[in-house]
């Protein structure tokens, strides 16, 4: 029997539209990490990681053609330079999949439950599949090479207890209580992403040939460099150790491997992470002061957030994205 033709809801194109986006970026990305990595091993993760975005480009580009949808320019082989010196160490690869694999398996997992058409059900979940084995395979090799970086440890609890003051919310003449596993792993965590997101600006920053690129990008560092500081405090007062910096992981080339627009690009899509994941780490927290220091910083990041997405209307790089219709519009 034929089924009938369903049609794409809002969810599905737009999802399937940023999917595009992201992983058109991954492929520049991937490519140049692919042309200078000298380990096998990690060139092996990373041309993994490489075929499965690229899948997912041909697949999507498949199912809009079918919708008779524009498919986006994204990224193409233009906004890459191959020739240039390798910008990154192997090892900083390494940990670049797995925060990218930890980013996927957040954004699918939020898309998943939005879906209903069969083929994009089946598309998203073997994405997901994907990007959870490929997460277990980086993990894997950096476990292998000693270079993994794990939450601290925490004492087991011995025995059921249950909370009788108000004070595990909230301070009391500045008495405050020993931050809950949860809290720690949000803290850590988000210093671990930060961190990242820190380096790959501060390389960024070291190729830009637009001194309004150099500056924003700069800002971003500089923001997440504070964010870690507010972090690290939490953790420093539970005698905590702190996840390591990336820094020394960046190179001293100056010759820019990517296109302005995709550094811009790659920058907002940074932010929008950690705009999502503050928000869970608020959800999760239940210190007060921990809860106004994450909503404090997340309404900083907010607004460098516009910031970058002006700059990159100024400069025409932003595609417009699938919208409902204007109906006062057509009303004229």
């Known amino acids: 029997m034929q089924k009938n ?56 580009q ?27 160490t192997d090892n900083f690869c390494l940990f670049y999949v797995k925060n990218m694999a930890e980013g996927g398996l957040m954004v699918n997992g939020d898309i998943l439950p939005n879906i209903y058409r069969e083929d994009i059900y089946s598309f998203y979940s073997k994405c997901l599949t994907s990007t959870l084995e490929l997460h277990g395979e980086t993990t894997n090799l950096l476990l292998e090479k000693g270079v993994a970086v794990r939450p601290p440890k925490i004492p087991k609890p011995e025995k059921v207890e249950f909370i009788h003051k108000q004070s595990f919310l909230f301070e009391f003449l500045g008495e405050r209580r020993p931050l809950t596993g949860q809290e720690v792993t ?5 210093m671990q992403t930060n961190a990242i997101g820190a380096a790959i ?6 190729v830009s040939s637009s001194k309004k690129v150099r500056e924003h990008v700069k800002r971003g560092k500089d923001i997440l460099e504070k964010h870690t500081k ?9 005698d905590l150790p702190v996840p390591i910096s990336y820094k020394d992981e960046i190179t001293t080339s100056k010759e820019a491997p990517f296109s302005e627009k995709l550094m811009v690009f790659h920058i907002a899509m940074n932010v929008t992470a950690r705009i999502g994941i503050y928000g869970i780490s608020i959800s999760q927290s239940q210190r007060s002061d921990l809860t106004i220091d994450y909503s404090r910083l997340l309404t900083e990041i907010i607004a460098y957030g516009e910031d970058g997405v002006n700059i990159m209307i100024d400069k025409e790089w932003v595609e417009k994205p699938p919208m409902a219709a204007d109906r006062k519009k057509l009303r004229k």
Do not use: R
């Open 5 to 60: 033709h369903i049609d794409l809801t809002s969810a599905e194109i737009s999802c399937l539209w940023s999917s595009y986006l992201a992983d058109s970026m991954f492929i520049c990305v991937f490519k140049y990490f692919i042309q200078h990595i000298k380990d096998e091993e990690i060139k092996n993760l990373v041309e993994h990681a490489l075929d499965l975005s690229q899948q997912h480009v041909e697949i999507i």
């Open 62 to 88: 498949g199912i809009f053609k079918t919708e008779e949808i524009a498919i986006p320019q994204g990224f193409t082989d233009q906004d890459i330079n191959l020739k240039v010196k390798p910008l990154f």
């Open 186 to 190: 949000h803290l850590y965590s988000n």
């Open 201 to 206: 600006a501060s390389a960024f920053t070291q």
């Open 230 to 238: 507010v972090m690290n405090s939490y953790l420093e007062s539970c």
